[in-house]
């Protein structure tokens, strides 16, 4: 996790100093830090906050970027299903994109095996300690930091690694690509709504090939 901690930690300053500059004050900057804890949708609801969007459309924006936690949660319960609820929900706050990648790596078998949970926490060690020490130093230094040092196009570097990592067959390359042509083409339709379309768009294709796929096999 510390290589690509340095990439998130980019990412983690430009949501920090994002949250101040849209106009929360520090207090609640830091509060929505550490309960959100989730930087590509603290950045899509800011600017919808910003806009005075009706709170349906802030809620339904976040949580359409941060659907992908969804699976990340029902692949991860085959391997910590067995554990308390309290533990659980704990490890649900902590997950992150890079900490998911490099957990299947680790662990491809999906069953619950001997080091998979110390894994799993030293991982979210770094990757939440590294998140939140840099979301923190963008809200204190927020006036500070100059707009030329490009910190936005390091973030955006950061997460094109992560989905990188994550497209190992053809037909999730087929999905990207779909997700990212929609993106394009809808960028101009108000309320960030092009992330919605983009999902939608990806969603529908992957079950299309999914479900093909499967009438293959059979």
């Keep these: 996790m510390a290589g690509p ?13 994002a949250m101040v ?19 590509s949708a603290q950045l899509t609801a800011l600017p919808l906050m910003m806009a005075q969007a ?18 990340f949660s029902a692949k991860w319960r085959l391997y910590f299903g067995h554990l308390p609820r309290a ?12 900490t998911f990648v490099n957990f299947l790596r680790r662990f491809p078998v999906a069953e619950p095996g001997p080091g998979q949970a110390p894994y799993f ?19 204190v230094a927020a006036h500070d930091i ?34 990212a042509a929609v993106a394009l083409l809808a960028y101009h339709l108000p309320l960030k709504l092009y992330i919605m379309a983009a999902i939608v768009a990806a969603g529908a294709v992957g079950w299309a090939l999914d479900r093909r ?6």
């Excluded at 009706?54 to 699976?71: D, G, M, S």
């Excluded at 926490?121 to 963008?138: F, T």
């Excluded at 796929?213 to 059979?218: K, N």
């Design 5 to 17: 901690a340095l990439g998130l930690a980019a990412w983690g300053l430009v949501t920090g100093v």
């Design 21 to 39: 500059k849209s106009g929360l004050t520090v207090a609640q900057a830091l509060g929505m830090a550490l309960l959100v804890f989730a930087g």
């Design 54 to 71: 009706p709170f349906w459309v802030i809620a339904a924006a976040a949580f359409c970027v941060n659907l992908r936690f969804v699976i």
């Design 87 to 98: 533990r659980r929900l704990l490890m649900g706050y902590l997950a992150g994109d890079l």
């Design 121 to 139: 926490w030293g991982a979210v060690a770094v990757n939440w300690g590294a998140w939140q020490a840099a979301s923190v130093v963008g809200i």
């Design 146 to 179: 100059p707009a030329h040092w490009g910190l936005g196009f390091a973030g955006v570097l950061a997460l094109l690694g992560m989905a990188y990592a994550l497209l190992q067959e053809r037909a999730q390359w087929i999905v990207a690509g779909v997700a």
């Design 213 to 218: 796929g499967s009438d293959e096999r059979r």
